[in-house]
């Protein structure tokens, strides 16, 4: 087993460093404004199909349905639905 032993103030630089690297690995990451069922189901966070079907059924959430069988949805339609339906703090 081999140990390694820096200074702390090495130790906080080379952890910045990996942080800034990190973080911006992560920011070219951009989301598509379609997204399928499974995704929007899972920022909904519900299980149910059933559910998801109710809420476009009932024109709560855009979708686009390019395709007989072949449903997306909005992403940006569902954050503002969760948004609408957010509750203050006291």
Request: one cysteine or more.
């Amino acid at each position: 087993m081999n140990v390694i032993c820096i200074e702390e103030k090495a130790f906080f630089t080379l952890m910045d460093g990996v942080i800034k690297y990190v973080r911006s690995e992560m920011e070219p990451i951009i989301q598509d404004k379609w997204i399928g069922k499974m995704e929007a189901m899972r920022l909904l966070r519900i299980k149910s199909p059933t559910t998801l079907q109710k809420l476009q059924d009932e024109g709560k959430i855009r979708f686009s349905q390019p395709e007989k069988k072949h449903i997306v949805y909005d992403r940006d339609s569902i954050i503002e639905y969760l948004e609408a339906h957010a509750k203050e703090p006291f």
